[in-house]
């Protein structure tokens, strides 16, 4: 019995299989981390364990077959508008290893209201207090940057950080503007950038930002885990410093950070990725048309408006009325969109839903609208 009950399990292990593959992505989580062609084969050409290693001489930014040097030590730099960058196993290990290289004990760091959960538990596994500036509040939520400026003064904290944009409304807050305050007050200034860097332009030095965090499974077509990170040539010995028994080893990134198929994944995407943000323009104007489409039926946009990224959150009291007058409940949308090719709200809820337009063209959202609308008039 014991037996049979252990050989079930694995069966099941060797035969992994994805629901959604093939349908139209509207999650906002995925939208941005789906593989380019040149990524899918690098993930299978590096998939074997430690395959990066090869020619690896104990510093694995340093590797020039593949070209990792080339990319770390000069692509990305300039792609994030900084001087020194490394790869990280994802944004939240970079928000994670700037903080416990520039915090002090009993210190704090400011934050805005719409900051990732991430943010907040880097932040607790540091030991530094988190303050909020808070936001604008239903249906805007928007950031005044300007508030950081009392709370600076107030709370003397060792850093400040921007979500830019946020994960849950996709507001685009003054990041420039955040940069000229943290000049005037010398604090160091962390652009969290994991749904931005990738898909629009942003560069450190233009915002005036100390770093720049971004995530590779994101927003950067890479497999993951996988992040990146810049940083002012300043900060590169105090948060990239070095161990003192193994000299080519980071401490931060506990020696060497992601290893094989993410990092692989993240370079054979990179071309491509630096390609697309020159899209961007066309990115926010998709999202506009969309988000006017689903309020002529009656979903409500919340967020900035005009809006400036393909992450909308819609309030769908429609969606919210049927699913409490059905047995699926909040399931039935999951459903209904499957069954029409569709992929994206968080199953099971309808009450407000995220969607990202940054993977489907014009005639796929056409086609999210109509489906939209036959879902709503099949249960009117
Ligand atoms: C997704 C997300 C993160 C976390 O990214 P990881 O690379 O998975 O750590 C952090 N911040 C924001 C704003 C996000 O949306």
């Not at 593949?66 to 490394?86: D, H, K, N």
Request: glycine share 10%.
């Amino acid at each position: 019995m014991a037996e049979q009950a252990a050989s079930r399990p694995s069966r099941q292990l060797s035969n992994l299989r994805r629901q959604h593959k093939g349908l139209i992505n509207l999650m906002p989580l995925q939208t941005g981390g789906l593989l380019t062609t040149a990524a899918r084969e690098a993930l299978v050409e590096f998939g074997d364990g430690y395959s990066v290693c090869d020619f690896c001489q104990g510093s694995l930014c340093n590797i020039t077959n593949p070209p990792i040097r080339e990319f770390v030590q000069e692509l990305l730099p300039s792609f994030l508008g900084c001087e020194a960058a490394t790869i990280t196993h994802g944004a939240r290990e970079a928000k994670f290893m700037i903080m416990h290289s520039l915090g002090r004990p009993g210190g704090s760091i400011i934050v805005d209201a719409n900051r990732h959960y991430t943010t907040v538990v880097a932040a607790e596994r540091v030991g530094l207090k988190v303050i909020e500036v808070p936001h604008s509040g239903y249906p805007e939520f928007t950031v005044d940057v300007k508030q950081y400026a009392p709370l600076i003064e107030e709370h003397a904290p060792d850093l400040i950080l921007l979500t830019y944009p946020d994960g849950n409304y996709g507001n685009l807050a003054d990041a420039g503007g955040l940069g000229q305050i943290a000049r005037e007050y010398g604090i160091p200034y962390i652009l969290n950038g994991a749904y931005a860097v990738g898909r629009m332009p942003v560069s450190m030095e233009e915002v005036g930002a100390d770093f720049i965090v971004g995530s590779g499974h994101k927003s950067m077509a890479a497999a993951g885990p996988a992040g990146v990170l810049g940083m002012k040539k300043k900060w590169e010995e105090v948060v990239l410093r070095r161990s003192g028994t193994y000299g080519n080893k980071e401490v931060e990134l506990l020696g060497c950070s992601i290893r094989g198929v993410p990092l692989m994944t993240l370079m054979a995407s990179f071309p491509s990725v630096a390609e697309r943000v020159r899209d961007w323009n066309e990115q926010v104007s998709r999202a506009q048309w969309f988000s006017a489409a689903l309020e002529d039926l009656g979903f409500k946009q919340l967020g900035e408006r005009p809006h400036r990224h393909d992450l909308l959150q819609f309030e769908t009291p429609a969606l919210y009325e049927i699913s409490r007058r059905i047995r699926e409940r909040g399931y039935f949308l999951y459903k209904e969109l499957k069954e029409r090719g569709i992929w994206g709200p968080q199953p099971g809820l309808a009450r407000s839903i995220k969607l990202s337009t940054f993977a489907a063209d014009r005639q796929q959202l056409q086609l999210v609208i109509e489906s939209f609308k036959a879902i709503l008039d099949k249960y009117g």
